[in-house]
T-cell receptor, first 111, second 117 residues
Framework: DAKTTQPTSMDCAEGRAANLPCNHSTISGNEYVYWYRQIHSQGPQYIIHGLKNNETNEMASLIITEDRKSSTLILPHATLRDTAVYYCIVRVYSGNTPLVFGKGTRLSVIA | DTAVSQTPKYLVTQMGNDKSIKCEQNLGHDTMYWYKQDSKKFLKIMFSYNNKELIINETVPNRFSPKSPDKAHLNLHINSLELGDSAVYFC????????????????FGPGTRLTVL
């Protein structure tokens, strides 16, 4: 799977939008961008995924650049419960491909 | 209704012992996984099973033996436990392909924190 690069940590004020960037410059045409998060001591939780179009669900929005070399996860109104490590993962379109986790971004939402 | 459950949640044992961790999913998925998260918080795949068949076995010592009695269960047995086995072990499941060609994400269990003394 392609490698991703994320900032080690970020802070965000409660109620503001959290924008988490991810670089995946070696992404292949058949690879999707996935985002998971891990709240302290819990199992990772799926957030969103996309191929090339922007995606939105009840948790977040995913913006993928036109060249697909980078993306941004947006949490529109961050809450304290959004404090977690966020992982950007690039993987092929397959239902049973394991996830390859990097170091992720530790997002701290501050009151 | 817990989607992916693991037992036990905590496991403290002595070096050299043999222990098992159990995982069950009630999502009807056909693929299950074991991941290991070490003290530096790196999450890494260990095994994956599809329809009870082993499909991925990363470079894990053969002291670790996964067993899948049916599609809903994937257990992890560890022989001769070592200090370096101390970690959090996560079970996960997913469905290979859903109707319409889409597929869903992996669902993770709450983890089992193994401490080897």
């Amino acid at each position: 799977d392609a490698k991703t690069t994320q900032p080690t940590s970020m802070d965000c004020a409660e109620g503001r939008a959290a924008n988490l960037p991810c670089n995946h410059s070696t992404i292949s045409g058949n690879e999707y961008v996935y985002w998971y998060r891990q709240i302290h001591s819990q199992g990772p939780q799926y957030i969103i995924h996309g191929l090339k179009n922007n995606e939105t669900n009840e948790m977040a929005s995913l913006i993928i650049t036109e060249d697909r070399k980078s993306s941004t996860l947006i949490l529109p109104h961050a809450t304290l419960r959004d404090t977690a490590v966020y992982y950007c993962i690039v993987r092929v379109y397959s239902g049973n491909t394991p996830l390859v986790f990097g170091k992720g971004t530790r997002l701290s939402v501050i009151a | 209704d817990t989607a992916v459950s693991q037992t036990p949640k905590y496991l403290v044992t002595q070096m050299g012992n043999d222990k098992s961790i159990k995982c069950e999913q009630n999502l009807g998925h056909d693929t299950m996984y074991w991941y290991k998260q070490d003290s530096k918080k790196f999450l890494k795949i260990m095994f994956s099973y599809n329809n009870k068949e082993l499909i991925i076995n990363e470079t894990v010592p053969n002291r670790f033996s996964p067993k899948s009695p049916d599609k809903a269960h994937l257990n992890l047995h560890i022989n001769s436990l070592e200090l370096g086995d101390s970690a959090v072990y996560f079970c996960a499941s997913s469905q290979t392909k859903l109707a319409g060609g889409s597929y869903n994400e992996q669902f993770f269990g709450p983890g089992t924190r193994l401490t080897v003394l």
